[in-house]
């Protein structure tokens, strides 16, 4: 049975036998197996004899305590996660099995029944995305070790190909160490992926991105900000995956009731998606709300004016002029100019106002492709790279896998990996490059 399909297997510690079973009949219809110890004592042997993904442990126990037998299974075996119920006069007892055992949590007692199951849920949830990436890892290493074993026991007439493979593999192992970078550049990746369930003419995820990140620029928006920005921004979207391909290529002011109904879920539902993972959960805040309107019309919460964060405000303005130009607002696309005046005529109705201004403002002086509008960006083929250049947009492969991201500098070791794997695919990639800010360099002294 794989780990998905176990069934988790928690451990219950407590001397008093009541409590034990209090904790039994709360947990009864979960899908959990569950074991219980009278003590601290009993509950190493049955940790010894047994796999268990979670120890719920008492704090106050004869012999030995809670957070003395939290510490003893940190020590040895740490997959498993440690949590607490204590007395709420217990702080001292809290603070050391913080500090010695390592918990996930502590809970008073008395619990509320709600909150345990569902930190129950929430800590099991964190647990299984762990040991899957740590799977994924060692899956990775794995097939890197037997693909360098294949190709040193492959003849001579496929070391050519085999070459070819490798050359790939070091672009997909640089993408991976430039997704540790950031939670901002994973979620473009997975934002790239949602696109693929459009039509090209309908993925506006990447211009949604741009105009979000432009305007936090201009208007100096703080770092933190910027990145909850550019992630709400890549994963709008996230929940619509559920939906059957016709729903997602119709126009919003189409749908049917139960359809409009859908609809009006998806964003709750992005939010929800990400719960799990706590650097996203300022960017799912603003997913949730990039749907509610100036004048409290719109949805899931129905909020009115300041009351909506002013990032959701921000993403609103950049997802309705993007999706009104792929159609999937309106019946017809809207050219750029006439999505703008749409903007303009429901200010004060859909959209803050002033918010609304400043975002016209911005989309008037600058190009369709903000970039275009900057002189110090170069556009550039492979060949025309120079070591040192920063890239100035994220770099994509034809089937959507991201590349490179935005501010990397380049290698000659980087350009000869782009320009080798260019070879392999048979592609030719242009990239939006700028000099180091130091040399002063602009498009127009770049060597044509």
Not at 1 to 25: C, F, G, K, W, Y
Not at 189 to 213: C, E, H, M, W, Y
Not at 284 to 292: A, F, M, S, T, V
Not at 316 to 322: H, R, T
Request: aromatic share 6%; hydrophobic share 40%.
């Amino acid at each position: 049975m794989n780990e998905a399909q176990r069934r988790p297997t928690l451990l219950l510690v407590d001397d008093e036998e009541h409590i034990l079973s209090a904790l039994r009949r709360v947990l009864r219809g979960e899908p959990y197996d569950l074991l219980t110890a009278p003590g601290g004592t009993a509950a190493l042997e049955l940790l010894q004899e047994r796999e268990v993904d979670l120890v719920v442990s008492d704090a106050r126990m004869p012999g030995l305590d809670g957070p003395s037998l939290l510490a003893e299974v940190q020590q040895r075996w740490p997959g498993t996660l440690r949590i607490l119920l204590t007395g709420a006069s217990d702080l001292d007892t809290s603070v050391r099995a913080i500090n010695q055992g390592q918990i996930y949590r502590y809970l008073s007692k008395p619990w509320i029944d709600d909150e345990l199951r569902f930190t129950l849920r929430q800590a099991l949830a964190h647990q299984h995305a762990e040991r899957e990436h740590q799977r994924l890892t060692c899956l990775t290493r794995e097939q890197k070790q037997r693909l360098q074993e294949l190709n040193a026991s492959l003849e001579q007439r496929v070391r050519d190909r085999t070459a070819e493979l490798q050359q790939t593999a070091d672009m997909l192992d640089l993408a991976y160490e430039e997704l540790r970078r950031s939670y901002v550049t994973s979620t473009e990746v997975f934002s790239a992926l949602l696109n693929q369930r459009l039509p090209g003419d309908k993925q506006g995820n990447a211009q949604v991105i741009a105009l979000v990140r432009a305007f936090a620029v201009e208007h100096q928006l703080p770092e933190t900000d910027r990145r909850d920005l550019a992630m709400a921004a890549a994963l709008y979207n996230l929940g619509k995956l559920t939906w059957d391909d016709h729903l997602l290529n119709r126009p919003s002011d189409l749908l049917y009731r139960e359809e409009h109904e859908r609809y009006c879920r998806y964003p709750a539902l992005g939010e929800s998606l990400l719960m799990a993972l706590e650097p996203l959960h300022a960017a799912g805040r603003l997913i949730r709300h990039h749907q509610e309107r100036w004048n409290g019309t719109g949805f899931p919460d129905h909020l009115h004016g300041e009351e909506i964060p002013l990032g959701a405000r921000l993403l609103k303005l950049a997802v309705d002029f993007v999706e009104l130009q792929c159609g999937l607002i309106l019946q017809r696309p809207l050219p750029r100019e006439d999505a703008l005046q749409f903007l303009a005529r429901y200010a004060g109705r859909l959209y803050d106002p002033e918010l609304c201004q400043q975002f016209i403002d911005l989309c008037t002086r600058h190009a369709p492709d903000l970039l275009e509008a900057d002189p110090s960006i170069l556009a550039v083929d492979t060949r025309r790279l120079e070591p040192g250049m920063i890239l100035a947009r994220n770099l994509q492969a034809e089937s959507g896998l991201l590349l490179l991201d935005a501010g990397k500098q380049l290698s000659r070791t980087l350009i000869d990996k782009l320009i080798a794997f260019e070879d392999s695919e048979g592609a030719r990639y242009t990239l939006y490059v700028r000099y180091p800010q130091a040399t002063g360099t602009t498009a127009q002294d770049a060597p044509r």
